[in-house]
Structures are given as C-alpha cells and as structure tokens.
C-alpha cells in the first residue's frame, strides 16, 4: 500500500552536509509521527531523530546540534538535514512511520 522511499545519500568529506529526504508513495500518508534511524556496519541500528504533531522533536544525544528532522511544506515529505558530519556518521539511514520502513540510503563520511 504505503511506501516510503529516501533519497538524497552519498559521499561527503568531513565537516560537509547532507540533506536526505523521505516521501510517501502509494495513498494517503498521515505522517503524525515520524523518524530517521541508521545503521553502521558491525552495529544495531539506532534511533536518530524523531518529529510528531505539532513538531515536537526528539534526537540521539551523538547528533544534537547538527542534525535537524522537519517535514516539507506539502506534508507528505520528511527531511533530515545533516551538518558538520562525522566519519562515525558513515551508515545507511532508514524513513520510518506507522510501522512502515524505507529501504534506505548510504551516507558515507571520508576523513
């Protein structure tokens, strides 16, 4: 029914920005509550970054300051913008909502 699809991933060296992208395909997608997680090689993936109704927001401790979760103007659409990344950011980062996962884009970070 509902699919959500990233984009936006890629390579970057240290201390640049990313801005990924997350977009409901397929009907109607209510997007109340929504969430970017990430997973690094060799690690269980993590909670990054949370935003419900009303635009309350929630963030991993390890991205406070430089990330920030929003949603488009039109709704139907959830950013994360990244800046002064980190080579420990390097992962694939999922779109998550109303227990509907993305497939993921692959963020890597070179020194």
């Known amino acids: 029914q509902v699919q959500l699809v990233e984009s936006g991933g890629g390579l970057v060296q240290a201390g640049g920005s990313l801005r990924l992208s997350c977009a409901a395909s397929?009907?109607?997608?209510?997007?109340?509550?929504m969430a970017w997680h990430r997973q690094a090689p060799g690690k269980q993936r993590e909670l990054v970054a949370v935003?419900?109704?009303?635009?309350?927001?929630n963030y991993a401790d390890s991205v406070k300051g430089r990330f920030t979760i929003s949603r488009g103007n039109g709704q139907n659409t959830v950013y994360l913008q990244m800046n002064s990344l980190k080579p420990e950011d390097t992962a694939v980062y999922y779109c998550?909502?109303?227990?509907?996962w993305g497939k993921g884009t692959l963020v890597t970070v070179s020194s």
């Open positions: 998550y909502g109303q227990g509907i």
């Open positions: 397929g009907s109607i997608f209510s997007m109340n509550v």
């Open positions: 935003i419900g109704s009303g635009g309350i927001t």
